[in-house]
DNA sequence: CCATTAACGCAAAATATTAGCATTAACGGA
DNA sequence: TCCGTTAATGCTAATATTTTGCGTTAATGG
């Protein structure tokens, strides 16, 4: 499903969509980035080119929708007892999946995007892994921060360096920004 | 100065820039932002659209030239006598000059470009006003942390919060980074 | 002052985007 | 199941944009 939320689920437009999201995965895979245009894409897809622009505004609105497909969180992320385990675990295959060369084209894809609500889509998708690592804590009685905490402390630097300064973000820097989060916890 | 290192600094070139760059200002300023074009800014500056196309690439790299350049620090962060102080100063200028409704347009076009070098001199432009306020400390014999721990303790939940959740952008927020950041400075 | 060449202007060609209208098919109710 | 309504698409023509080739200008370095 894309943000598009206002168009009818039915067969026909849900067929369109999927075939319009393949043909850019396909075409990513076979072609030059820079070869990618609107055209191409639909008539890889066997749709009309405006039946793109209307659903989809234009090409870097719809790589934006279908990166963040992609970076959809999809199953619940490792149990390994302790919340700084689950934080460590999950946010080590993060930074490997977000630092690879497709990682990276899908995070710029969705930062291109004129619409600021897909990149708060993408804020949520982290955050509502920080929810079920915070119960899942809560489940074994183990004490841990607000789930504020967690994004500013460990969310943001991660995200911050993957974009910024992709050499920064390590599994070292991943340890001691946990250790500082969950370490001094008091914050409000 | 863009980017775009590879010129000729003497007249002709810097005029175009200057007119090309004039040019944004003023209709940013006159015209709804989707009307903004290339053709449309290279009439207003005064010159052909295919000397924008082969200096800038297309109309969002030269927004994002055109907004860095806006970015760019200028003086010196005010004295406040401390290192929190001064962080806390610094970042309330900060937050309120990127939440506002240009900042935030700013924001967007610098992260739209294609040129990861271009989010690369954001990044930069921090640092190197983090580098001058741990240097100031250091002259006051304040213990201050490494610059790294600064950003990512304070830069980084800042930058994330504006560019994910503008409304989490506050200036209570900032103090609780600082705090956390300068009160558990043992990170490495 | 001259030679070299980067940057620009101009105009034609190629592409991409938009808009109007006809057609199809999803949805909801009888 | 069938029918009316309407969202979504296809098709085509009209616009707008981007690219390209080539001649010209002017900055740079002797």
Redesign the interface.
């Known amino acids: 499903m894309t943000e598009n939320t206002g168009l009818r689920p039915g067969g026909r437009s849900a067929r369109v969509q999927q075939a319009v999201h393949q043909a850019v995965k396909t075409l990513e895979a076979t072609e030059p980035r820079e070869s990618l245009s609107v055209p191409l894409i639909a008539a890889t897809a066997g749709v009309t080119p405006s039946t793109i622009y209307r659903r989809w505004g234009d090409l ?1 609105e719809l790589m934006a929708d279908v990166s963040l497909s992609r970076l959809r969180p999809e199953g619940e992320p490792p149990d390994t007892g302790t919340l700084a385990g689950d934080l460590q675990a999950w946010g080590e295959q993060y930074l490997d999946e977000m630092g690879s060369a497709p990682g ?1 084209q899908a995070l ?1 894809d969705i ?4 619409d ?1 609500s897909r ?2 889509c ?2 949520r998708y982290n955050e509502s892994i920080m929810v079920a690592l915070v119960a899942r804590a809560h489940d074994r009685q183990e004490s841990a921060p607000e789930v ?1 905490t967690l ?3 460990i ?3 991660m ?3 993957l ?4 050499a ?1 973000a390590t599994r070292d ?1 991943l340890t ?2 946990i ?2 989060t969950l ?2 916890p008091a ?2």
Do not use: K, V
């Open positions: 870097a990276q710029n930062m291109a995007s004129a600021p990149r708060a993408c804020y504020a994004m500013d402390g969310i943001a630097p995200t911050y360096r974009l910024y300064d992709p920064g820097r001691i920004w250790g500082a370490g001094a914050s409000r």
